[in-house]
T-cell receptor, first 116, second 112 residues
């Protein structure tokens, strides 16, 4: 079974600074997708960024980027120029590369605090 | 607007009673999912359905039941057999593996 591990239960960053959230996963599959979701206090799940395992290039979405190390099974999220609105719980997630309906497996989450 | 609707937002029940959480989607996705979230923890998969009239157990299915009679609907019943039902429940829908899941706003269930 696939597992996703986030070893940092809590992180904090100063506004405008950069922070990196860690995620490792375990799988024997070669075709899969990785995601970072954000859950603010409203508890709505919001997609932050997505990475295809077959792509070597790291995904980037504005201030959010990932460092995808396939051999090490590592998928960290870097938030640049942190803003107060970035404060949330962040979840790393894994999904097998089936055509449809595959389950999404989540890590335990990292609670990010942004200090003004 | 397309999306996933969970109702109600807050639900209170007495211990020993079954309760059904509603999840409806108008995104035309084949697959639907139920997750449970406890304070400070990640999301754990309860049940999922890849197609109408079919569903599979997730990691914590004991004490729960589901049905999938229509593509749009995937209700979750929390039975009296569930030892610790108080939690936040999230419903999601999606299709292709490369597509992110779309989530509802959740239902907070409190059993006393």
């Amino acid at each position: 079974a696939q597992t996703v591990t986030q070893s940092q239960p809590e992180m904090s960053v100063q506004e405008a600074e950069t922070v990196t959230l860690s995620c490792t996963y375990d799988t024997s599959e070669s075709d899969y997708y990785l995601f970072w979701y954000k859950q603010p206090p409203s508890r709505q799940m919001i997609l932050v960024i997505r990475q295809e395992a077959y792509k070597q290039q790291n995904a980037t979405e504005n201030r959010f980027s990932v460092n995808f190390q396939k051999a090490a099974k590592s998928f960290s999220l870097k938030i640049s120029d942190s803003q107060l609105g970035d404060a949330a719980m962040y979840f790393c997630a894994y999904r097998r590369g089936e055509t449809s309906g595959s389950r999404l497996t989540f890590g335990e989450g990292t609670q990010l605090t942004v200090n003004p | 607007d397309g999306g996933i609707t969970q109702s109600p937002k807050y639900l209170f029940r007495k211990e020993g009673q079954n309760v059904t959480l509603s999840c409806e989607q108008n995104l035309n996705h084949d697959a639907m999912y139920w997750y449970r979230q406890d304070p400070g923890q990640g999301l754990r998969l309860i049940y999922y359905s890849q197609i109408v009239n079919d569903f599979q157990k997730g990691d914590i299915a004991e004490g729960y039941s589901v049905s999938r009679e229509k593509k749009e609907s995937f209700p979750l019943t929390v039975t009296s057999a569930q030892k610790n039902p108080t939690a936040f429940y999230l419903c999601a829908a999606g299709d292709r593996a490369y597509s992110p899941l779309h989530f509802g706003n959740g239902t907070r269930l409190t059993v006393t």
